[in-house]
């Protein structure tokens, strides 16, 4: 599932959801970004947002529960 990621003022990166439970997602990113511990989520372009922090994290995958 197609989501994006909001942290800081305005950054914005697309990402790919899998796993995805009521409590938490493993979230694909392109490789070299790098996450903050804590940010939001989104899959309907902002109208809704998830907050979210890592719980784990490799190459471009991470682990995430949401808050």
Not at 22 to 51: C, H, I, N, Q, W
Request: charged share 20%.
């Amino acid at each position: 599932k197609e989501a994006k990621l909001f942290f800081g003022s305005s950054t914005l990166i697309d990402c790919v959801v899998h796993n995805l439970t009521y409590s938490g997602a493993r979230v694909v990113v392109p490789v070299g970004v790098k996450l903050p511990e804590a940010f939001g989520m989104t899959f309907d372009g902002g109208y809704s947002l998830r907050p979210c922090r890592i719980i784990w994290r490799r190459e471009n995958e991470t682990g995430v529960k949401f808050l």
